[in-house]
T-cell receptor, first 114, second 113 residues
């Protein structure tokens, strides 16, 4: 069974641009969550989607948005990029996002903003 | 606000047991305690989880305090491959519960040969 796939693996953008990252969950998983990881702040929760609906959102500005498609694949978008958005962006999937379910993480997209 | 508190780093010797503590004094009755670990250049991987009773699997054991305000991940015989950042998180409700899934900075485990 294929794992969680994130594309692209690396991305370089300049300030002011926007970026879209993609996450394909494990087949059958309907919950997808996104995280930002930086050396200073650690792993921070961005948002979680289930059946194309955002159920939960972390404390990030509105420049960070996401969506989920009917096949459970998810994308996250960051508009008007800032230098501080440079980070590893991780997504994770689980069957339904329930409290007792394991999360399966992708390898992440490393975003560098110049 | 962080829902769990872990030491920044710990060091242990190879082939010795390792006890990684986690405090979660504001845990609610429906929160599950999960542990994940992250190796360099990889996404986190699941280690173990539990609700009230102690749990064992092939990777580790999880000891949960009776009042559930703290837990300890036990690696019975550490190897160099166990060197990683270990995260203790609380998962409650759909999508992580009211506050989402807070990982924090975890514990950097160093294994000495």
């Amino acid at each position: 069974k294929a794992g969680v796939t994130q594309t692209p693996r690396y991305l370089i953008k300049t300030r002011g641009q926007q970026v879209t990252l993609s996450c394909s969950p494990i087949s059958g998983h309907r919950s997808v969550s996104w995280y930002q990881q930086t050396p200073g702040q650690g792993l921070q929760f961005l948002f979680e989607y289930f059946s194309e609906t955002q159920r939960n959102k972390g404390n990030f500005p509105g420049r960070f948005s996401g969506r989920q498609f009917s096949n459970s694949r998810s994308e996250m978008n960051v508009s008007t990029l800032e230098l501080g958005d440079s980070a590893l962006y991780l997504c994770a999937s689980s069957l339904a996002g329930a409290a007792n379910e394991k999360l399966f993480f992708g390898s992440g997209t490393q975003l560098s903003v110049l | 606000d962080a829902k769990t508190t872990q030491p920044n780093s710990m060091e242990s010797n190879e082939e010795e047991p390792v006890h990684l503590p986690c405090n979660h004094s504001t845990i609610s009755g429906t929160d599950y305690i999960h542990w994940y670990r992250q190796l360099p250049s990889q996404g986190p991987e699941y280690v173990i989880h539990g609700l009230t009773s102690n749990v064992n699997n092939r990777m580790a054991s999880l000891a949960i305090a009776e009042d559930r305000k703290s837990s300890t991940l036990i690696l019975h015989r550490a190897t160099l491959r166990d060197a990683a950042v270990y995260y203790c998180i609380l998962q409650g409700g759909p999508g992580g519960g009211a506050d989402g899934l807070t990982f924090g900075k975890g514990t950097h485990l160093i294994i000495q040969p």
